[in-house]
Nanobody, 127 residues
Framework: QVQLVESGGGLVQAGGSLRLSCTTSGLSFSRRYAMAWFRQAPGKERELTAAITWSGSSSYLIDSVKGRFTIYRDNTKNTVYLQMNSLKPEDTAVYYC???????????????????WGQGTQVTVSS
């Protein structure tokens, strides 16, 4: 049974930082999955926020988070991270991690191409 479990969300003031983690089980990282973080704010569509290839050599960030967010992974721990700095109220959303079997691809924006999803973790940024 494949599980992706996110953690690290919470309530933070604007300008603060959070680090999200997504740990997988039943999904061998050796099978080479690219990983991504999506977010979904109330009343909005789920949007790709960051993605990283299996090797970690290539990553993607949407323009609104460039310079503030970093995505990285540790395949020895089956975990992908999203370091979020200088948070803004508009970053408030449920954040989901997802796995893409096209392991060399980072930046697929269509949620339907991702095979596995976590349950999401809430990030709330107060002004």
């Amino acid at each position: 049974q494949v599980q992706l479990v996110e953690s690290g969300g919470g309530l933070v003031q604007a300008g603060g930082s959070l680090r999200l983690s997504c740990t997988t089980s039943g999904l061998s990282f050796s099978r080479r999955y690219a990983m991504a973080w999506f977010r979904q704010a109330p009343g909005k569509e789920r949007e790709l926020t960051a993605a990283i290839t299996w090797s970690g050599s290539s990553s993607y960030l949407i323009d609104s988070v460039k310079g503030r967010f970093t995505i990285y992974r540790d395949n020895t721990k089956n975990t992908v991270y999203l370091q979020m700095n200088s948070l803004k109220p508009e970053d408030t959303a449920v954040y989901y991690c997802a796995a893409d079997s096209i392991y060399w691809r980072a930046g697929a924006t269509d949620p339907s191409v991702y095979e596995y999803w976590g349950q999401g973790t809430q990030v709330t940024v107060s002004s």
